[in-house]
Nanobody, 133 residues
Framework: QGRLVESGGGSAQVGGSLRLSCKAP????????MAWFRRLPGKEREGVAS???????TYADSVKGRFTISQGNAKNTYYLQMNNLKPEDTAMYYC???????????????????????????WGTGTKVTVSS
């Protein structure tokens, strides 16, 4: 598939909000995972929020109650609304979409949050988020 493109990153103050957008190539896979990931400075990429084709949403504990993942009316567009931002949210944020060979509902809920389940070509190039006090 083609490249995903993220936008909406930037700077925010503690307690502020940002909305990230992800435009994915148009695809026709009935079963898929979509997720937002982030890489904090000096750390491995981690899952933030995921949405699968069975409409299950999963959040990392660190963002529950603050971040919201959603899909736009154009099915290949996704969003991550980030509220009550904290300095520890500072990171590069990536979106990723991967087709699945089975119904997503047959997989563990955290499957779509694992970076290892996405191939090299399933990622966007990232957008930077900086939260300062």
């Amino acid at each position: 598939q083609g490249r995903l493109v993220e936008s909406g990153g930037g700077s925010a103050q503690v307690g502020g909000s940002l909305r990230l957008s992800c435009k994915a190539p148009t695809f026709t896979f009935a079963n898929n995972c979509m997720a937002w990931f982030r890489r904090l400075p000096g750390k491995e990429r981690e899952g933030v929020a995921s949405l699968d084709s069975d409409s299950r949403i999963t959040y990392a504990d660190s963002v529950k109650g603050r971040f919201t993942i959603s899909q736009g009316n154009a099915k290949n567009t996704y969003y991550l609304q980030m509220n009550n931002l904290k300095p520890e949210d500072t990171a590069m944020y990536y979106c990723a979409v991967v087709p699945l060979g089975v119904a997503s509902g047959t997989l563990n809920r955290d499957y779509c949050l694992r970076p290892a389940n996405y191939g090299e070509g399933d990622w966007g190039t990232g957008t930077k988020v900086t939260v300062s006090s």
